[in-house]
């Protein structure tokens, strides 16, 4: 099960959120979007000239720059998907 | 008066349920953030008067943006009677945390579900009896947006308000500690209450995302759908604009003139010329501000907003702004002000002031005014919306200098994380709503502002009595003349120069002042405009008009949101500066080139 960052995923993959080491104010505003440690996530796609990202999370679509993405650390694979 | 406010995360319906319950205006637009101050508004409900509050929305009781500050303030000074929990239904398997967050500050509480209609498309079901009783607090599903469910709701809440008010909780951050017991708490509920489908079928969102989300087509067909849409407006109000224009006169010579005949010359006049000659060319444009905010609801109800954001900001990041700061500027091409209280999300009061000193180059709707006349005067009909495409990339270019060069006084380093709802569409009570909020808006400035304005520019330009109206021994020639210096180098003449300082005031008055000013209305007025001046001249005044400050209620506003008088100066002094050095360097260059 290798973990890296949420920056690291390619369009279409999936992956588990392991830990978020995020400020206290990024983590609270991350938390209530749903980032929570065990949730799944889907990369959807990432804009070009290194803009932002689009991940689903649960039933919510979010962007987040991949400096913020960075700071999630997930899983792939592990549950096969 | 018992007092309900409406609780929850952004972009979830509150504004939405408020406009049903009270009949009222709230601005409502698919954009977590359209709400940023509070807004009341009082009902009859089971025989007795309450207040209806609405609130900016908030994902955490921790939050400390301005807009946030805004609910923790309120809930701070007032207990709530009843506090209405908005839920959006589709995403409550995270927004229930706050509704948890709510529930340990002890309120009294009726809990909404809203957007059923989405839920229900997307597959997604939830045990509502259950829920309840496992939360023990009163739970209905309901959809703010097209009313089911809601006569149920309002009886439950008619019946909780006859419940004692509960004291709440002294210290709110104290009560917040137990986040983890939030965490197993929600899980227990969520996974006996709730079911999701494992893909979501919202492929409408994902199909259209994909074209306008495109990684090189995205920009493409942002701005061509841009330019279609200026185009349309241009093409639907211009002529919807000079008819009405054209009655106004017509209603002049058939009605007022004989009516007012008997009256001194000097009253006619005033009355003629200055105030009806103003106000009916400035009402004149009434259709087009209807047709463009009706746009402009659809664009702010589509959902289209954050996707604009998703595009940008790799651009805006190296501005010192990111995507929401784009997307004001978008909200800017209707009015600056609310654009600029739309900041109030931003946490970094940086990158807060940076964006609030960009945003009064977005061309609003009051330039557009502006704009199409003078452009339908002086251009071809095929040319003419080309122009006016012309101005509003300008506005755009204008925004990114200004944020290049400040950039680096108002460092930040602001985390960028949005959410992307689905593409909605507004219902027909919305888009009306939303034009009859406008138009109303449009004739609070009119009487306020307008009238006043053309008045004194009819009194500059025909006293002293004994001089010729308009000519240079007036008032107004003479501080038009005082003025030439500066201007002639740009090519605004002494007429022009009085119009745009009435236009400090607010853009309407700058055609009601060239009405005034040449005393004629309508088609007499554009042709007398399209005389008078060549197009560089009147391309390098619409440049001036677009880059100085936009008016007097957007200056109050920089202030008052920023309470920096030394910032708001700022922002005065270089938009003037931008506005003499831009029209000066279009003026000279095009002349130099022998335009
Ligand atoms: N499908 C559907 N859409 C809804 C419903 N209620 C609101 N909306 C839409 O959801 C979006 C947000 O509505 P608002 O009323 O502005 O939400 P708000 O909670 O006031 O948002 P903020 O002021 O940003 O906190 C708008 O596009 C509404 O048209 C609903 O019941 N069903
Ligand atoms: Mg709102």
């Known amino acids: 099960m290798p973990s890296t960052t949420l920056a690291a995923l390619h369009p279409g993959e999936t992956a588990t959120i392991v830990s978020i080491h995020a400020e206290e104010a990024l983590h609270q505003r991350l938390l209530a979007l749903g980032f929570r440690s065990g949730k799944h996530i889907e990369m959807i796609r990432k804009a070009s000239f290194s803009g932002p990202l689009q991940v689903r999370i649960g039933t919510t679509d979010v962007m987040l720059r991949r400096s913020e993405a960075a700071k999630i650390m997930v899983c792939q694979g592990a549950s096969g998907t | ?595």
């Open chain 2, 1 to 595: 008066m018992k007092r309900v406010a409406l609780l929850g995360m952004p972009n979830t319906g509150k504004s939405t349920l408020f406009n049903r319950m009270t009949g009222g205006a709230a601005r409502v637009g698919n954009w977590p953030g359209i709400t940023v101050e509070l807004l009341s508004g009082k009902i009859l409900l089971g025989g007795d008067m309450v207040e209806i509050i609405d609130l900016p929305g908030i994902y955490d009781l921790h939050g400390f943006s301005d807009d946030e500050q805004v609910v923790r303030h309120f809930l701070h000074d007032n207990v709530p009677d009843l506090a209405l929990v908005i839920l959006n239904t589709t995403q409550i398997e995270r927004q229930m945390s706050l509704l948890l967050q709510l529930k340990q500050l002890d309120m009294n509480i009726v809990v909404l579900l809203n957007m059923s209609d989405e839920a229900k498309k997307f597959g997604i079901s939830v045990n509502v009896a259950k829920m309840s009783a496992l939360l023990e607090m009163p739970i209905f599903l309901i959809s703010a947006k097209y009313g089911r469910g809601y006569p149920e709701a309002l009886q439950a809440i008619t019946k909780a308000l006859r419940y004692p008010t509960p004291g709440m909780a002294e210290q709110l951050r104290s009560q917040l500690e137990q986040d983890q017991h939030i965490e197993t708490e929600m899980a227990r509920v969520l996974k006996h209450t709730v079911q999701v489908p494992v893909r979501l079928s919202d492929n409408l969102t994902e199909k259209l995302d994909r074209v306008m989300l495109h990684p090189w087509l995205g920009l493409p067909i942002f701005f061509a759908v841009m330019y279609l849409v200026f185009q349309g407006i241009f093409m639907f109000g211009q002529p919807l604009q000079t008819g009405i224009a054209g009655l106004f006169t017509w209603l002049r010579e058939t009605a007022l003139v004989p009516a007012l005949g008997g009256l001194p010359q000097v009253l006619q006049g005033l009355l003629l010329d200055g105030i009806y000659n103003g106000v009916a060319t400035v009402a004149a444009f009434i259709p087009i501000i209807i047709l463009f905010f009706l746009f402009m609801a659809m664009v702010e109800d589509s959902g289209y907003l954050s996707r604009a954001a998703f595009l940008m900001d790799a651009l805006m990041a190296r501005l010192g702004l990111d995507g929401r700061g784009f997307v004001m500027l978008l909200m800017g091409f209707g009015c600056n002000v609310p654009a600029l209280m739309g900041t109030r999300v931003m946490r970094s009061r940086a990158m807060r002031l940076l964006t609030m000193l960009v945003i009064p180059f977005s061309l609003c709707s009051a330039r557009l005014q502006v704009f199409i006349f003078f452009t339908a005067a002086l251009f071809s009909p095929k040319a003419a919306p080309i122009v006016v495409f012309s101005l509003y990339l300008f506005s755009f270019v204008a925004a990114i200098l200004t944020a290049l060069i400040f950039k680096h006084q108002f460092k930040n380093n602001e985390p960028f994380v949005l959410e992307l709802p689905p593409y909605r569409f507004p219902t027909l009570r919305q888009m009306v709503l939303r034009g009859w909020l406008e138009v109303r808006h449009f004739l609070r400035r009119a009487t306020k502002f307008i009238v006043a304005g053309v008045i004194l520019v009819w009194l500059l330009t025909h006293l002293p009595l004994s001089a010729a109206p308009a000519s240079a021994d007036t008032l107004a020639g003479m501080i038009g003349g005082f003025f030439q210096p500066v201007f002639a180098p740009v090519g605004i003449n002494e007429q022009l120069t009085i119009a745009l300082i009435f236009g400090f005031i607010a853009k309407e008055i700058v055609i009601g002042a060239l009405a005034v000013i040449y005393g004629l209305s309508g088609d007499a007025l554009s042709g007398a405009i399209g005389q008078q001046l060549d197009w560089v001249q009147a391309y390098s005044f619409m440049l001036f008009t677009l880059l100085y400050t936009p008016c007097l209620a957007t200056v109050a506003t920089l202030q008052s949101e920023s309470k920096l008088l030394k910032f708001t100066a700022l922002s005065l002094a270089w938009s003037l500066a931008l506005a003499w050095l831009v029209s000066f360097a279009f003026y000279q260059g095009a002349r130099a080139l022998g335009y």
